[in-house]
C-alpha cells in the first residue's frame, strides 16, 4: 500500500506530466491555428449580425483567456497555494488551466469572413515564401526562447522534480537578476507574437480583434526595464565570448 507522501508525489507527477502534455498539444493547435489561413466562405444571410454576434463571442472568449491569465499569476493566487503548502504545483496548475483556455478558445472561435480588412493570394511564390518565411522565423524564436528560458521550469516538471528529491525551489538557485527578469518578461517573445498575430494574407475583423487584445495585453503585461535590458545584453555578451573560446 501506498503511504500519503508517496500518493502525494505520484499526484504531482501525474498533475505535471498531464500539464506537460496537454501543453504540447495546445501549442501545436495554436501554431495551426496563427500560422495556416483558412479558406472563409461568406455569410450567405444577415452577415452583418452575424459578424457581430462572431466578434461578441471571440470578445467574451479573449477576456475569459485574460482573466484567468491574469489571476493565476496574480500575488494572491500564488500566496494561496503556498499557504497550502501546493506551491510545487502553482506553475503545473497554470499551464494546464492556460491550455484548457486556448484549445476552448480554439475550439469555439468564431470567423467573420463577410468582414475582411485586407486579402492576399499567396498562389503568388514571392509572397507565399515571405508569409512562410516570417512565420517560421517568429516561431522558432518562441520555441528556442523558451527552451532557453528552462523550459522545464516554465512547464512546472522541476518544481515538482526537485520537491520529491527533497530540493529547495529550483528558482532560488537562480540570481536575483535572473528572477526579476522571470517576473517581468514570463516568455519570449513580444516581437515574435506581434508578428505572427498581425502578419496574415487574410486580415479578417476578427483576426483584428485577436491581434488587438492579445497584442495590447501583452504590451502591457510585460514590463520590462533598464535593469532587464542590462542583465541580458551582459548574459548574451558573456555567451558570445563563451562561443568565441570555446
Not at 5 to 18: A, D, E, M, Y
Request: aromatic share 16%; charged share 15%; net charge positive.
Amino acid at each position: 500500500m501506498l503511504n500519503t507522501l508517496q500518493i502525494s508525489r505520484l499526484f504531482q507527477l501525474i498533475l505535471s506530466g498531464f500539464g506537460m502534455l496537454t501543453t504540447f498539444y495546445m501549442i501545436t493547435e495554436l501554431t495551426y491555428f496563427l500560422s495556416v489561413p483558412q479558406k472563409l466562405e461568406p455569410y450567405l444571410k444577415e452577415p452583418e449580425l452575424m459578424t457581430s454576434w462572431a466578434l461578441l463571442t471571440n470578445m467574451m472568449l479573449l477576456s475569459l483567456f485574460v482573466l484567468q491569465h491574469s489571476l493565476l499569476s496574480s500575488s494572491r493566487v500564488k500566496e494561496a497555494f503556498e499557504a497550502s503548502g501546493f506551491q510545487v504545483l502553482h506553475r503545473s496548475v497554470y499551464v494546464m488551466s492556460t491550455s484548457g483556455i486556448l484549445l476552448y478558445l480554439l475550439r469555439h472561435w468564431k470567423s467573420t469572413p463577410s468582414a475582411i480588412l485586407w486579402a492576399f493570394n499567396l498562389n503568388y511564390k514571392p509572397l507565399w515564401w515571405l508569409y512562410v518565411s516570417i512565420h517560421t522565423v517568429a516561431w522558432i524564436i518562441i520555441y528556442v526562447g523558451n527552451i532557453c528560458c528552462d523550459v522545464t521550469e516554465l512547464l512546472g516538471i522541476k518544481q515538482v522534480y526537485y520537491n520529491i528529491m527533497n530540493l529547495p525551489d529550483p528558482n532560488l538557485r537562480k540570481s536575483k537578476q535572473w528572477q526579476r527578469l522571470n517576473n517581468h518578461i514570463r516568455h519570449p517573445s513580444f516581437l515574435a507574437f506581434a508578428l505572427i498575430f498581425w502578419i496574415s494574407p487574410i486580415m479578417s475583423f476578427d483576426r483584428i480583434l485577436l491581434a488587438v487584445i492579445l497584442t495590447t495585453y501583452m504590451y502591457i503585461a510585460w514590463n520590462p526595464d533598464g535593469s532587464d535590458y542590462d542583465y541580458q545584453k551582459y548574459q548574451f555578451e558573456r555567451k558570445h565570448f563563451r562561443l568565441d573560446h570555446f
